[in-house]
């Protein structure tokens, strides 16, 4: 995710990104600005206060982990950098920054011998065309290899080989790699733009001319744990490789296929026999055994053995070169995950079901590990054969327990967007901010919602929201339309509907919940079954100071709920709270769109389509209709104690208003996409996620890739303060937090009313920003800040041997000199304290001379 800034500023020539008016009169546009930037020379950009911008909510399975020699850490990819996390804590230690695009693979050097087993070193590919050799035990970058090509994965066979490891000279280390070839127009007319090429690591460069494969598109490598054998899968057929014994530059690498009649997803080597695995697209498992007996065999063994008919090879198709071809079934859908266990007993498998199943090779029996809850990408191995992982396609790692299957210790990211049907659309959203914590909110596609740490980057809880297994199929029957939090976070409103089933059997379901400790843990407190009767929830809102909510009905209602605890505010022996409805409103029965309760909670609004309506909560009184827009209303946002209210209307036209509460009608209004509000609550600043029109109108924006923009307004103007363009904006969303620490350079030293800005994307990767700042600054989040003692084993150079030296705390020395008073007897304590840290002795004798002497005053002798 990028965030690109542009300023607009008295001492800047003004930004044509939003048309200027000086005016005091309303301000409207019907027609969309023009988004492009025009800066003159001498812009004092860089003399403009420099601030800091944190990162997070990077995909933790875009690509396979790999686990350190002693099995103590786990190296993800994770974006353009590799994370490096702990398998007793699960908690992350350490990363790898220097690429500049995605991480493909990461490949960590085997240690040869069991004393080696500390040695930290591993080699990275990214799409960036390098190829990174690091020392992840310091996070130092050692080697950069360009090849200036993209790579997709990297395979190393000299590291499996153990025979390569024993010889006495070592020759160079190659490597092959699957490329995309962006240069030849040759292949670009032919539609080949994947490659299988070979890389000598030790000399920095392709080997020229070594092409082994041409595909369609880049494809995963796939290596035997020997180092024999690698291969690829290409719609239906397998493409296997030797690897020679004696790598070298000008070496031909002998090469077979194998075919299938459905589209293969995921292959597997057997680690001593030559047997390889491939899932397909339908569930099933094919086994190869005895592949390349003719074309791998050796040439004093080739003459001896016999060709067989093709009867002689049950189930292997056309001119294949394997004994025989065998075929288990068991999945529903697509197969994403195939291993063999380090001794050649078992296959694993595992797929869109959630379940990864093992396979007893001999007998083809079958065991389980159940109730994963998310689809499965891929299996890792480690160096201590009784640990293993699986990621997930819900962004975690489980690290497995072997040979039972069982979960030790879980990584989780930020839980990735889940789909949603055409018909409710509209109506989902896919997170919300707990402003106070600097908590994200995220439904999930297992029916839970996730707590996530904005700052800390990292899973607090979560909270199963209604017990149901995962569905594999299709057919969905449930969804978790909204999710909602209370200012404080201690409330938080979700939103269910049971789909029909033939017209029968659906309805909705509206749940309050309670947060009873600070671990956000939430307790479920009431359910109130068809809210609105028949019609769906469109929004939630909570009142600022009470325990007060609103639900907003396409049915043409609203309805205010609020809670014994508000009513009966001194019981203490209320055990539980209930919510009740406490006032019922329509507006010519209009379907309601969208509702906002002011900052002091005094007034109601709620769009019923094009016009908003303010009410008065306690009294349930309408206080007043205002404006009228072209399309119906989705988002209202007071903004702070300004008196203006922001809204947005979606469709073929749309359009962003501000209103005057005082004056009852708008302020200034522009037709903008608009995707998300926030508001600030201390002061009239706004800011608003906008998704820009075509490249050919925004040539500043396609210069960054960029698909929408973050405006910041002051509610009296329609002139933006500032802008930022942003990439994956659609269904993105952002929120003003509150900073964590006082002491934290990225507080609101500007502006210390408006807070923070976190932005979320549409594939919730977030950066969090000072709004009031000039430049930005990417800061790494200091996961030690928050959580001590993440790695508790494993230590290294000094600490290994002495311990980890005491932290220097320069305050704390002041603190304690400020309240030291003099001795009567200095004497005794003016030699006391380690040696490296006293005073010359020439200052040491002065000062005890004298300690020792009579000192004489105006008033006589002082001892």
Same mark, same amino acid.
């Given at each position: 995710?990028?965030?690109?800034?542009?300023?607009?500023?008295?001492?800047?020539?003004?930004?044509?990104?939003?048309?200027?008016?000086?005016?005091?009169?309303?301000?409207?546009?019907?027609?969309?600005?023009?988004?492009?930037?025009?800066?003159?020379?001498?812009?004092?950009?860089?003399?403009?206060?420099?601030?800091?911008?944190?990162?997070?909510?990077?995909?933790?399975?875009?690509?396979?982990?790999?686990?350190?020699?002693?099995?103590?850490?786990?190296?993800?990819?994770?974006?353009?950098?590799?994370?490096?996390?702990?398998?007793?804590?699960?908690?992350?230690?350490?990363?790898?920054?220097?690429?500049?695009?995605?991480?493909?693979?990461?490949?960590?050097?085997?240690?040869?011998?069991?004393?080696?087993?500390?040695?930290?070193?591993?080699?990275?590919?990214?799409?960036?065309?390098?190829?990174?050799?690091?020392?992840?035990?310091?996070?130092?970058?050692?080697?950069?290899?360009?090849?200036?090509?993209?790579?997709?994965?990297?395979?190393?066979? +000299?590291? %499996?080989? *153990?025979?390569?490891?024993? #010889? @006495? /000279?070592?020759?160079?280390?190659?490597?092959? &790699? =699957?490329?995309?070839?962006?240069?030849?127009?040759?292949?670009?007319?032919?539609?080949?733009?994947?490659?299988?090429?070979?890389?000598?690591?030790?000399? +920095?460069? %392709?080997? *020229?001319?070594?092409?082994? #494969? @041409? /595909?369609?598109?880049?494809?995963?490598?796939? &290596? =035997?744990?020997?180092?024999?054998?690698?291969?690829?899968?290409?719609?239906?057929?397998?493409?296997?490789?030797?690897?020679?014994?004696?790598?070298?530059?000008?070496?031909?690498? *002998?090469?077979?296929?194998?075919?299938? /009649?459905?589209?293969?997803?995921?292959?597997?080597?057997?680690?001593?026999?030559?047997?390889?695995?491939?899932?397909?697209?339908?569930?099933?498992?094919?086994?190869?055994?005895?592949?390349?007996?003719?074309?791998?065999?050796?040439?004093?063994?080739?003459?001896?053995?016999?060709?067989?008919?093709?009867?002689?090879?049950?189930?292997?198709?056309?001119?294949?070169?394997?004994?025989?071809?065998?075929?288990?079934?068991?999945?529903?859908?697509?197969?994403?995950?195939?291993?063999?266990?380090?001794?050649?007993?078992?296959?694993?498998?595992?797929?869109?079901?959630?379940?990864?199943?093992?396979?007893?090779?001999?007998?083809?029996?079958?065991?389980?590990?159940?109730?994963?809850?998310?689809?499965?990408?891929?299996?890792?191995?480690?160096?201590?054969?009784?640990?293993?992982?699986?990621?997930?396609?819900?962004?975690?790692?489980?690290?497995?327990?072997?040979?039972?299957?069982?979960?030790?210790?879980?990584?989780?990211?930020?839980?990735?967007?889940?789909?949603?049907?055409?018909?409710?659309?509209?109506?989902?959203?896919?997170?919300?901010?707990?402003?106070?914590?600097?908590?994200?909110?995220?439904?999930?596609?297992?029916?839970?919602?996730?707590?996530?740490?904005?700052?800390?980057?990292?899973?607090?809880?979560?909270?199963?929201?209604?017990?149901?297994?995962?569905?594999?199929?299709?057919?969905?029957?449930?969804?978790?339309?909204?999710?909602?939090?209370?200012?404080?976070?201690?409330?938080?409103?979700?939103?269910?509907?049971?789909?029909?089933?033939?017209?029968?059997?659906?309805?909705?379901?509206?749940?309050?919940?309670?947060?009873?400790?600070?671990?956000?843990?939430?307790?479920?407190?009431?359910?109130?079954?068809?809210?609105?009767?028949?019609?769906?929830?469109?929004?939630?809102?909570?009142?600022?100071?009470?325990?007060?909510?609103?639900?907003?009905?396409?049915?043409?209602?609203?309805?205010?709920?609020?809670?014994?605890?508000?009513?009966?505010?001194?019981?203490?022996?209320?055990?539980?709270?209930?919510?009740?409805?406490?006032?019922?409103?329509?507006?010519?029965?209009?379907?309601?769109?969208?509702?906002?309760?002011?900052?002091?909670?005094?007034?109601?609004?709620?769009?019923?389509?094009?016009?908003?309506?303010?009410?008065?909560?306690?009294?349930?009184?309408?206080?007043?209709?205002?404006?009228?827009?072209?399309?119906?209303?989705?988002?209202?946002?007071?903004?702070?104690?300004?008196?203006?209210?922001?809204?947005?209307?979606?469709?073929?036209?749309?359009?962003?208003?501000?209103?005057?509460?005082?004056?009852?009608?708008?302020?200034?209004?522009?037709?903008?996409?608009?995707?998300?509000?926030?508001?600030?609550?201390?002061?009239?600043?706004?800011?608003?996620?906008?998704?820009?029109?075509?490249?050919?109108?925004?040539?500043?924006?396609?210069?960054?890739?960029?698909?929408?923009?973050?405006?910041?307004?002051?509610?009296?103007?329609?002139?933006?303060?500032?802008?930022?363009?942003?990439?994956?904006?659609?269904?993105?969303?952002?929120?003003?937090?509150?900073?964590?620490?006082?002491?934290?350079?990225?507080?609101?030293?500007?502006?210390?009313?408006?807070?923070?800005?976190?932005?979320?994307?549409?594939?919730?990767?977030?950066?969090?920003?000072?709004?009031?700042?000039?430049?930005?600054?990417?800061?790494?989040?200091?996961?030690?800040?928050?959580?001590?003692?993440?790695?508790?084993?494993?230590?290294?150079?000094?600490?290994?041997?002495?311990?980890?030296?005491?932290?220097?705390?320069?305050?704390?020395?002041?603190?304690?000199?400020?309240?030291?008073?003099?001795?009567?007897?200095?004497?005794?304590?003016?030699?006391?304290?380690?040696?490296?840290?006293?005073?010359?002795?020439?200052?040491?004798?002065?000062?005890?001379?004298?300690?020792?002497?009579?000192?004489?005053?105006?008033?006589?002798?002082?001892?």
């Amino acid at each position: 995710m990028r965030i690109y800034k542009t300023r607009i500023d008295d001492t800047l020539n003004p930004s044509p990104l939003l048309l200027k008016n000086r005016d005091t009169t309303p301000h409207h546009s019907d027609t969309t600005p023009p988004l492009t930037n025009n800066f003159g020379s001498g812009s004092p950009l860089q003399h403009q206060p420099v601030i800091e911008m944190i990162r997070g909510g990077k995909s933790f399975v875009s690509s396979p982990p790999a686990f350190s020699n002693d099995a103590k850490k786990l190296l993800v990819c994770t974006g353009n950098t590799v994370s490096v996390f702990s398998t007793d804590t699960g908690l992350q230690v350490a990363d790898l920054e220097g690429h500049t695009a995605l991480v493909t693979s990461v490949i960590v050097v085997p240690s040869s011998t069991p004393a080696n087993a500390l040695l930290c070193y591993c080699w990275t590919t990214s799409l960036d065309g390098t190829i990174r050799y690091w020392d992840f035990s310091v996070s130092e970058l050692i080697k950069t290899v360009d090849i200036q090509l993209p790579v997709y994965s990297m395979v190393i066979p +000299s590291f %499996l080989d *153990r025979q390569s490891e024993n #010889s @006495e /000279t070592q020759p160079d280390t190659y490597a092959y &790699i =699957s490329v995309e070839d962006t240069k030849t127009e040759q292949n670009k007319q032919r539609n080949l733009r994947g490659q299988i090429r070979k890389c000598n690591l030790s000399k +920095s460069r %392709l080997v *020229r001319g070594a092409i082994l #494969s @041409e /595909t369609k598109k880049p494809e995963k490598i796939t &290596i =035997s744990s020997n180092g024999k054998y690698f291969g690829v899968h290409e719609k239906r057929k397998i493409r296997v490789w030797e690897v020679p014994t004696k790598d070298g530059k000008n070496i031909s690498h *002998r090469n077979i296929k194998l075919t299938h /009649t459905k589209n293969l997803s995921c292959i597997a080597f057997h680690p001593t026999d030559r047997i390889v695995a491939a899932g397909d697209a339908t569930g099933r498992i094919l086994v190869w055994r005895g592949f390349g007996d003719k074309t791998f065999a050796d040439k004093d063994l080739e003459n001896e053995k016999v060709s067989k008919d093709e009867d002689d090879k049950p189930g292997v198709r056309g001119e294949g070169d394997a004994d025989s071809c065998t075929t288990w079934h068991w999945h529903s859908s697509e197969v994403k995950v195939l291993y063999f266990s380090s001794d050649g007993a078992y296959l694993f498998s595992g797929g869109k079901e959630g379940v990864l199943v093992g396979w007893q090779l001999d007998t083809g029996k079958k065991k389980f590990l159940p109730r994963i809850g998310t689809p499965l990408l891929s299996f890792t191995s480690s160096p201590d054969s009784s640990l293993s992982s699986i990621s997930c396609a819900d962004n975690r790692i489980h690290i497995l327990k072997m040979p039972r299957m069982e979960i030790l210790k879980s990584i989780s990211g930020i839980k990735l967007p889940t789909p949603v049907p055409d018909m409710f659309r509209g109506s989902c959203n896919d997170f919300v901010f707990d402003r106070t914590a600097g908590l994200v909110a995220v439904r999930t596609e297992n029916y839970c919602i996730q707590f996530y740490s904005l700052f800390d980057d990292r899973e607090i809880s979560e909270v199963q929201v209604c017990e149901r297994n995962h569905q594999p199929s299709d057919d969905v029957t449930m969804i978790l339309n909204l999710v909602a939090l209370s200012f404080d976070g201690s409330v938080m409103c979700t939103v269910e509907t049971r789909m029909a089933e033939e017209g029968i059997g659906g309805f909705v379901t509206l749940k309050f919940w309670d947060r009873r400790s600070q671990n956000n843990d939430y307790n479920l407190s009431t359910i109130i079954y068809e809210p609105h009767r028949d019609a769906g929830v469109s929004a939630v809102a909570f009142h600022p100071t009470r325990c007060m909510a609103a639900s907003a009905s396409y049915g043409g209602d609203f309805k205010v709920w609020v809670s014994n605890h508000d009513i009966q505010p001194n019981d203490k022996l209320i055990q539980r709270t209930r919510w009740a409805c406490h006032a019922v409103g329509s507006y010519q029965k209009k379907p309601m769109t969208a509702a906002a309760f002011s900052n002091d909670g005094s007034v109601l609004a709620v769009a019923a389509e094009t016009v908003v309506t303010l009410w008065d909560p306690e009294k349930n009184v309408l206080v007043a209709v205002i404006g009228s827009t072209r399309e119906p209303i989705g988002n209202l946002s007071f903004i702070g104690d300004s008196g203006f209210l922001a809204s947005a209307s979606h469709g073929a036209n749309p359009q962003l208003s501000v209103w005057d509460m005082s004056k009852l009608s708008v302020s200034w209004s522009y037709k903008l996409h608009v995707e998300a509000i926030a508001s600030s609550d201390k002061d009239s600043h706004f800011a608003v996620l906008v998704l820009l029109p075509e490249p050919s109108n925004a040539e500043v924006a396609t210069s960054h890739n960029a698909d929408g923009a973050i405006l910041l307004f002051n509610a009296g103007e329609p002139v933006a303060v500032a802008s930022w363009f942003v990439t994956k904006a659609k269904g993105g969303g952002l929120a003003f937090i509150q900073s964590r620490s006082l002491d934290d350079n990225m507080d609101e030293n500007d502006n210390p009313g408006s807070g923070l800005l976190a932005y979320v994307n549409g594939d919730h990767e977030y950066a969090i920003f000072n709004p009031h700042g000039l430049e930005t600054q990417e800061r790494k989040v200091r996961h030690t800040d928050s959580v001590p003692s993440l790695e508790v084993t494993g230590q290294s150079g000094y600490a290994s041997i002495y311990g980890k030296l005491p932290e220097f705390k320069l305050n704390a020395i002041e603190a304690s000199a400020e309240t030291v008073t003099p001795s009567e007897r200095p004497w005794e304590t003016i030699f006391s304290g380690p040696s490296h840290s006293l005073p010359p002795l020439t200052k040491l004798c002065s000062a005890f001379l004298e300690s020792l002497l009579e000192k004489r005053s105006g008033d006589g002798l002082v001892k």
